[in-house]
């Protein structure tokens, strides 16, 4: 095989990594079960495609310099969602408003062994239902923003990781630093 030959193929290589990688990004924001399900597991087989690539690949090449990449940036980002998932649940417990849950919680404690006996969440329901509505109306932007520290951040990271290595990969370009987090 050519050295031409050798390029096309570690650059047709390097842009199913990233078909991938986008179509997981995009999966990721759909608010489905389903689509996230989707979306994890094509994180998973993108991880494992980029370890099988690099441990294939020629040291300085298009792919094995782009699947060190991906590696780096779904690790990466899976620290910074820990952190800011920690952050977010810190901010939650924080200022949570519990009270428009308190006359509800009441039933619930009186049914609890049966409730955890047989996991039954209907019974749980009956005794939750009235006070949700009130729950997350008095804790809507708690909830929001909770939300926005938990998500945003990974997803930013991750987003313009993305983009920086899908727009050298289009062009043919290796990454500088592979290895460095921004």
Known sequence: ?????SIEKDKKAVMNVYGLFGASILLSVIPHA???????IFLTVLLIMAYVNRKRAEDKSLLHNHSVFVIKTIWVTGLIAFGTMVAASGYIFAFI???P???CAEGIMDNAMAISENNDIDLFMLHAQPCLSSFID???NTLMISGVIGIAP????IAYRFIKGAGRAVKGYRIAEPDSWL
Do not use: I, K, R
Request: aromatic content about 20%; glycine content about 4%.
């Open 1 to 5: 095989m050519s050295d031409h030959e």
């Open 34 to 40: 389903g689509a996230a399900l989707l979306s994890l």
């Open 97 to 99: 408003d519990y009270l």
């Open 101 to 103: 849950f308190s006359p």
């Open 138 to 140: 008095a804790n809507y």
């Open 154 to 157: 990974p997803f930013v990271y």
